[in-house]
């Protein structure tokens, strides 16, 4: 049985380290943290909240809103059916309870 060999993928990276060389003076000890803070851009992160009310309303933009006609007819067949579900609901509770009264005897 032969074993195959994978591939070793290496992820390049773009930060490299700063090249600090030891000096003894006190002038050139400030140097190198100076060049250090003017060297690392500032990325200010984002907030939490702000990002998600944003990529909130992108999704919202991208919604296919009804017209007031198919909203409207939708709502009407949604009360019809629920104004039927509960008379036929209530309809089988009274003869449950009916039917239950009878057969406690009250």
């Known amino acids: 049985m032969a074993l195959k ?14 090249k600090v060389t030891p000096d003894k003076s006190a002038a050139n000890k400030s140097a190198p943290a100076a ?3 003017a060297a690392v851009p500032t ?10 009310l944003k990529e909130v ?31 036929f609901l209530g309809l089988v509770d009274l003869i449950f309870s009916k039917l239950f009264g009878l057969i406690i005897g009250a």
Do not use: F, H
């Open 5 to 18: 060999k994978q591939a070793v993928t290496t992820i390049p990276t773009t930060e490299k380290a700063p």
């Open 35 to 37: 060049a250090k803070k």
């Open 43 to 52: 990325v200010k992160k984002e907030n939490k909240i702000v990002r998600y």
């Open 57 to 87: 309303r992108a999704e919202l933009r991208k919604v296919v809103w009804p017209t007031r006609q198919t909203a409207l007819r939708l709502t009407g067949i949604v009360i019809g059916v629920t104004a039927i579900m509960s008379l």
